[in-house]
């Protein structure tokens, strides 16, 4: 039965993932150089996209940035897919009727979420050191920890997914106050990456979490 919800939940939130990581591949063919004539000037027209290669990956350039941008458009669409959608069609009534616990749906879809978005979030970081590793490929010198910006904002996109999914689920009437918890993300993303240490994300998601538990557990749908 979960596995059944696993794919359920990844065919209906699949196709954003693919078109991030479209975007994403876009962006590094122009950061790489290997952007065509005819890809070039589309890529353009997406405002921080038409870029050159820089001299020091991860340094000179606005790779973390845009990770951060296309990766929070895709976490705030994929927490408000899993759960302001299913009540709004209708399904949130069929899936609570399951023969599974209420934690247990909404953690597996929680899971099924943060897996897809880290993993999406994960591949051009991994292409653009993979490249920048390579000899040969740009005039400057590289090491693996120049990419600790870019990690740190992969560890803090499943926050910017809580908050849009526990904003989704909230009873608001005002839209203002119904997205309030996905404002209050940035104040502890924030923290974390210019002050804290990364481990700080831990005990904010916790409690995104178990207030996302809390609120289905309890709300009459």
Known sequence: MVLA????????????????????????????????PLLRP?????????????????????FT????FIGGVLAIALGFRQSAWEPSQGTALYLLHLPLPRRTIVA??????????????????????????????????FEWTMTGDAFRVWLLLPLVY??????GIR????FGSRLLPLASVAI?????????PWWLI???????VSVILWETATRDF
């Not at 809580?162 to 904003?167: C, H, P, Q, T, Y």
């Not at 831990?202 to 995104?208: D, I, R, S």
Request: glycine share 8%.
């Open 108 to 141: 597996t879809k929680l899971l099924t979420g943060i897996g897809l978005l880290l993993v999406c979030t994960l591949l051009p970081i991994l292409i653009y050191a993979t490249w920048a590793a390579l000899p040969q490929t740009h005039a400057g010198p």
């Open 171 to 174: 009873p608001a009437r005002w």
């Open 188 to 196: 502890p993303a924030m923290f974390s990456y210019v002050v804290g």
């Open 65 to 68: 940035t845009m990770l951060f």
């Open 42 to 62: 589309l890529v353009g027209l997406v405002p921080g996209m038409n870029v050159k290669p820089s001299d020091i990956p991860f340094i000179q350039d606005n």
């Open 162 to 167: 809580l908050g849009a999914f526990a904003s």
């Open 5 to 36: 919800l696993v794919r359920k939940e990844l065919r209906e939130t699949l196709a954003f993932a693919v078109l991030a990581l479209a975007f994403y591949l876009a962006y590094l063919s122009n950061l790489t150089g290997k952007g065509g």
């Open 202 to 208: 831990v005990p904010v998601a916790a409690v995104f």
